[in-house]
């Protein structure tokens, strides 16, 4: 019954985006609006106009005011390329990125630079030269400088958000609201890391001997739909999965603003943890060939959706073009895209390629509904969500077994749906487990973190950061005593308690031990839910939620 209502509200969250998508602001009507609330967190009177640019040179306010084309020098590490940019594609309230330097902005406020149009002389598009949004709309990141300046060397806040995928017409259509500019992170602009208030962005925090509030904080929205690794800007259902041109060419802005930074903490949500292994091949990789001093990176992973099935893989990752991000990072793509190894592989991939200071960790809770529920549709499609003909197939199967009449009279349908997510959620557990385990007895700078009971992540860390015992597993991360000397070290499990063994972090259930000796659940009460008040209740809290975050970040 908790299953059948759990996947109910789920689905009902998707179909409440998208409704209210058509409430939301044209993005060029948006980008004109009077930024108050940020006025607001700033001390300003509520009819005053937060000017983006204030401090900013002239020359390069002008960029985006004619929507000057430059001419720009690529960094790929490996070689140099020039290419005419241009901002026509810049919102009113974002400055040029590539023509910004970091020295040109002041400390403590958040700023909103816009990557260009990245052209050849012919005209033709750049490598991962298109950053945009799923629906066509403008896409820029956050950059905060840390108030005071930092101890010993530039200091970097990498975060990378979620917010769902989807990689066909049907699934786009669900998630459609998520396929502009959030608009909260326009709220930001001006305000700072301390006025948000109660830890809710990292840069807030400090955690062990790492105090965030001295590192500059780059946030990379998440609008594409396609875990920030896509390179298809010109789907067949009209979505341009371009997550891999944003996150490159905020990088770039990066290496080049920051060509020796002494630390880097990388992290990210759900979709936005999912492709944190690349990103940080990535970056390692740009600053090893630059032969600059060695720079310490670590990165956490909240809530990776982190399982590929086949199914997915073959029909439907395809859409997204994941294939250029991964040549960038030396992976033999061809030999594992259809490959249920494959997150695994990417990740064993990354990990021996990195350094042995470094740390990657993955954070999970046991249960994870959100994590399920994708699991599911990739693994079925959105017709396993909703397929009434599988359904009564999995039904006849278990009559079958059942063999009476009388058994077959008092089957209901929510009884085998609930057994068919059973299976699902134990096949996840104990996929989860085998492929951590394996990793971790294989790598030493890999270890995990497992929280009690069924959740998912939010912003900045929130969600483990209350949970205890992970600030003192996050410390020994980013505090690490003695250097890994390729041995499996002692790490802190959900409990708080230290274990010596590599073992899987969430309960295994056998699969033997599925069978059809479950009590029939004669009472179809849970079935015969209103899905229409399962909607509006899913609507309201969509709502009330979107509320209290556009609240706190304006208060």
């Not at 979709?271 to 090893?288: F, Q, R, S």
Request: net charge negative; aromatic share 10%.
């Amino acid at each position: 019954m908790v299953h059948i209502i759990m996947n109910i509200f789920y689905t009902a969250i998707m179909l409440a985006a998208v409704c209210v998508r058509s409430a939301t602001i044209p993005i060029r009507q948006r980008s004109e609006m009077q930024y108050s609330s940020s006025s607001s967190a700033m001390g300003m009177q509520s009819d005053e106009v937060y000017d983006p640019y204030m401090g900013v040179e002239e020359d390069t306010r002008k960029l985006v005011d004619n929507s000057m084309s430059m001419q720009h020098t690529d960094d790929n590490t490996d070689e140099k390329s020039t290419y005419d940019i241009s901002y026509e594609y810049c919102d009113s309230n974002a400055l040029p990125a590539e023509e910004t330097s970091i020295s040109s902005l002041d400390r403590d406020k958040f700023y909103k630079l816009c990557p260009g149009l990245h052209e050849h002389e012919d005209g033709t598009i750049a490598p991962l030269g298109q950053p945009r949004c799923g629906d066509n709309s403008n896409y820029s990141f956050m950059l905060q400088r840390p108030a005071k300046e930092p101890v010993g060397g530039d200091k970097l806040l990498i975060e990378l958000s979620g917010g769902g995928a989807c990689w066909d017409k049907l699934s786009c259509a669900f998630q459609g609201a998520f396929l502009t500019f959030p608009i909260w992170f326009d709220q930001l602009v001006g305000s700072s890391c301390g006025n948000m208030g109660d830890g809710m962005l990292l840069c807030d925090r400090k955690v062990g001997n790492t105090d965030f509030s001295e590192y500059t904080t780059i946030l990379i929205p998440y609008c594409t739909q396609d875990i920030h690794s896509g390179d298809n800007p010109n789907s067949s259902y009209g979505v341009q999965h371009v997550g891999a041109h944003n996150l490159y060419r905020t990088l770039q802005w990066m290496y080049t603003n920051f060509p020796d930074p002494e630390s880097i903490f990388i992290t990210g949500c759900s979709a936005g943890a999912t492709p944190l292994p690349v990103v940080y091949d990535l970056i390692n990789t740009h600053y090893d060939l630059k032969g600059e001093n060695a720079v310490n990176i670590d990165v956490i992973a909240d809530s990776p959706v982190f399982l590929t099935p086949a199914n997915f893989l073959e029909n439907y990752m395809p859409n997204w073009n994941v294939g250029t991000l991964m040549e960038r990072i030396g992976f033999d793509f061809e030999a594992y895209q259809y490959d249920e190894e494959f997150p695994d592989a990417v990740l064993d991939h990354v990990l021996q390629r990195g350094k042995k200071t470094d740390d990657i960790g993955y954070v999970s809770h046991d249960a994870d509904a959100i994590s399920l529920y994708y699991y599911k549709m990739m693994s079925e499609g959105l017709g396993g969500l909703f397929g009434r003909e599988r359904e009564l197939s999995w039904m006849n199967q278990d009559m079958h077994k059942i063999g009476s009449q009388q058994s077959r009279r008092q089957v209901s349908p929510g009884l085998h749906a609930r057994r068919r997510l059973d299976e699902i959620e134990d096949k996840w557990k104990n996929e989860m487990n085998s492929s951590m385990t394996e990793i971790m007895n294989e790598h030493s700078s890999f270890e995990t973190f497992a929280m009690e009971g069924d959740g998912h992540c939010s912003f900045g860390l929130n969600v483990p950061l209350e949970y205890e015992g992970f600030e003192e597993w996050l410390t020994s991360l980013l505090d690490p005593i003695d250097v890994k000397d390729g041995n499996n070290d002692t790490f802190p499990m959900a409990n708080g308690n230290t274990t010596t063994d590599t073992t899987a972090v969430l309960p295994t259930t056998n699969e033997n031990d599925l069978t059809t000796d479950l009590p029939l659940d004669t009472n179809n009460a849970g079935q015969k839910v209103s899905s229409i008040f399962a909607f509006m209740i899913a609507l309201v809290f969509f709502l009330f939620s979107n509320r209290l975050l556009m609240t706190h970040t304006t208060s």
